[in-house]
């Protein structure tokens, strides 16, 4: 039986595996993220171990530890936000009986494209009644809804739960971005009245804000989403844009104002306090984790590899022991001191102690995108002192230990402000406006998301959004900024059908 | 519009709905757990709200916010547990290709009759190649690792996964205790080495040890299954028991030692330190947390419903306000700043400020199984005190508000001793041994586990198991206890062929 052993071999690997760790520590990760973004998003997922896109089967991904770790961390803050503001969690099936599916029209025809179907089972039994790997939880959960809401005493009914959801989709996948599974959270609301329902699409706009943009520092305009370009059955969609690097949008989570339309067709009613019958009004709410996660690495990264926001950073301090000949005891023990101490502060901490060179683990967990890094040295184990460099702006800072739980904590809230920063400012610099369309066309080439003057988001707007959509290679109506405070003036016409135009909205291509 | 009041309404409920919150607030629970456990076990799920049976999917299970919040607490712990043991997560797809399912023959045959299929797809797409729902993940992970072990610096890799599993289950459902699709960790480890490996088992028997018993509080015997009674494609089964109130056993977390039939099917192969390739040595093991969950409640529930141990329950302290017409402002007030305190405390704490009568209030939150109850009158309000209740021991202590931190910390870690020893000594009160046929069968009746000798666990001994099955009504042989010091004698014989005895096995029924 064959013995792990520490030598090194001399051997070389077969071609078709993936190289061993120690031959492939030369990593110098170096791509341009903004003149080639697709290029550096495939190769990042790739060298930093995120996710392996060999499965087998299209569209379905395998996360490796480095996203998987990050992921966690991104829902455990997103639930939690959840549950301080009154949201409890539940755990739905799966699979949907097709019966169920079927129950809301505009939902069934607008998901029905998308469903896999579970139909046989065992050794060949037939099911009764197909079921659908659920591509979102209306249906699942309304039936319920309809059981547990008796009065008005058991509203606001606020339920949330985390998983996987599946969508036969045609597009082409994305690892993270677009795939046919993905993971997210689905928040199910339920009201007395239309008031709090639409109160409730604004709570899950501030959590939007709260989590993706102060937590994981992404950038995003909130928008109300032409009437064309609704949730399957909601009276009104608001969702999330990002932009990638490559200028084009990336939808985030998006929230939907049912109103009554789901209530009626499932039957989710409440007494009110004089006896009467009323239908319910909902919402529900989407964050994709996953989706998140895919943006916010691109969002952040660099032409170096990953950035990762310092709260949801994998690892966190990543310690690299430099052992000269003298004192290599005495370094690798003051290694061990700290990384004790900052594991006790709380912190997810690393050391490489590998046989690669310092200079290749510093490019290795830099391209990893761990926020910072304790370098340890014959001086700093001397003099108790460490050198912290921070993985955004590549400063180095030399403290005693004395000092570390102070400026480890500053460093890291530092480096989430500036890749804030940073992106908002690049977010900022992507925005524009046209006031006519051949500005709007040249604009959309140089890559902006742009904000125009337009006849209505109604359904009446639709056909001059397909007009912008077949002139400008694409691009697409987003919707209204609901921030928007602008009102166009009597001179403002839509560029396409010449009328008044009734809103501004952003244009832009989507990822 | 319907505006929520706080008025209560004397309208009647509709029979085919729940019962209002308000007029179900006389609950006592009152169901006698060891000698009706079935009735107990069904009315306790619904009563407080711990799952739904009403999905209309056989064996899919609804779960409600009482049992979620408890089962994420345990997920939690339970990959605390793995990270300090070195293992890291990943997420693999819920699907997989028929032909990767296919690839170990015991494996497929094991699980072909249990697993769900995804065939079509959309609008009537025929999918090219069928997709199983996993029920469990050998053969989705398999593959990858074989691209990602190349060489022995590769190893050990110990990777885990958080998801649901779907089995096509025939045996009749219970919420929790059995069901289609169970929510559970599945852990895959792959070493250079067969005594890596069989070290690996060890070491998933403390983790159950450490988490099942140290912080769930469950009793339970580790257990090497016979080889008539293994996972399909292992070499070694070792599964832990533990009983329920009615004497049956219910199976818990199981490791399984993969020796190299996986890594040589699925060509997960190393090459040493010399150059020269190995096929890899793996185990797995799969803690099922819904069913964990099942067996805790089952396990410390008492007469009057449930029983949390202090750190899984969804609220721990609940705090009761009693309010008398004079200083309800100051008791309300006092809720209020106790409650914010036991929350930087770090605790889930919830006033119960609804309309019921405090002793109604008592009894629903101890039918809930909430840990510790707070109750806040005029004279705590006035003295600075409080009042706890022990929802195990029953017992109350007036303590000091300086007081509450230590208490609430003694307090919760002595109700998870109690809670566990009692358990423990119920636990063993139901092990005996026979050492005939006659006292066997006489005990099994008894609804013991008895400890009898054995001819053999390996394939010659089944016809015996089978015997006893059909002599003792379903009784089945479990395996040797893993910790099992006693060698037969001579005179020990099999009850059934008569052979001498080569080991002690345990028999009961299954749950």
């Known amino acids: 039986m064959a013995k792990k052993k520490t030598k090194k071999t001399a051997k070389k690997p077969p071609v078709e595996k993936n190289p061993p760790k120690e031959d492939s520590s030369l990593v110098t990760f170096n791509i341009s993220k903004e003149s080639n973004f697709s290029e550096w998003f495939t190769k990042i997922v790739q060298t930093a171990e995120l996710a392996d896109m060999r499965y087998g089967v299209k569209g379905f991904l395998v996360y490796q530890p480095w996203s998987t770790i ?201 007494m009110d306090d004089e006896g009467e019958s009323h239908a319910a009004f909902q919402t529900c709410y989407g964050p994709a984790i996953s989706r998140i996660f895919g943006g916010m690495i691109a969002v952040h990264g660099d032409d170096s590899g990953l950035i990762f926001p310092f709260e949801v950073a994998p690892i966190q301090l990543i310690i690299i022991p430099i052992l000269a000949k003298k004192q290599a005891t005495k370094v690798k023990a003051y290694a061990e001191e700290l990384k004790s101490l900052a594991k006790a502060m709380g912190y997810r901490v690393h050391i490489d102690d590998s046989d690669r060179r310092p200079g290749d683990k510093y490019y290795f967990w830099e391209m990893k995108g761990v926020p910072l890094r304790l370098e340890i040295g014959r001086r700093e184990a001397q003099e108790g002192k460490v050198t912290i460099f921070r993985r955004d702006t590549r400063e180095k800072t030399l403290v005693t230990r004395s000092e570390l739980k102070t400026t480890i904590q500053e460093m890291g809230a530092n480096l989430d402000k500036s890749i804030k920063r940073r992106a908002q400012d690049f977010f900022d610099s992507r925005l524009s406006r046209a006031d006519t369309l051949d500005e709007l066309v040249e604009q959309i080439k140089a890559r902006k998301m742009v904000k125009i003057p337009w006849c209505s988001i109604e359904l009446d707007g639709e056909p001059c959004a397909e007009e912008i959509k077949d002139q400008l290679a694409g691009a697409e109506v987003r919707g209204i900024d609901v921030k928007e405070k602008e009102v166009p003036s009597k001179n403002e016409k839509c560029f396409i059908c010449g009328k008044q135009a009734g809103c501004f909205v952003y244009v832009g291509k989507q990822y």
Chains 1, 2 share one sequence.
Do not use: C
Request: glycine letters at 6%; hydrophobic letters at 40%.
């Open 70 to 270: 990050a992921i966690k961390k991104m829902f455990d803050l997103y639930e939690q936000e959840l549950d301080d503001f009154g949201h409890n969690p539940v755990i739905f099936p799966m699979v949907i009986p097709e019966s169920n599916f079927q129950i809301e029209a505009d939902h069934v025809e607008g998901f029905t494209p998308e469903v896999f179907w579970v139909t046989t089972a065992g050794k060949g039994d037939i099911l009764e009644e197909r079921l659908a790997l659920r591509p979102t939880s209306e249906t699942a959960m309304y039936p319920l809804y309809s059981l547990w809401i008796r009065s008005w005493r058991d509203l606001p009914l606020k339920l949330y739960q985390s998983g996987s959801v599946f969508r036969y989709e045609g597009k082409s996948t994305r690892p993270f971005l677009r795939g046919r599974e993905f993971i997210w959270i689905e928040s199910h609301n339920v009201f007395a009245t239309m008031d709090e329902a639409i109160a409730q699409t604004r709570e899950d706009m501030q959590i939007s804000f709260n989590v993706m943009n102060g937590r994981f520092g992404i950038p995003f305009i909130q928008f109300q989403r032409p009437e064309w370009d609704k949730f399957a059955g909601a009276v009104h969609t608001y969702a999330a844009d990002t932009l990638m690097p490559d200028g084009r949008f990336l939808q985030l989570p998006s929230t939907h104002l049912l109103g009554d339309k789901f209530s009626k067709a499932f039957d989710i009613n409440y």
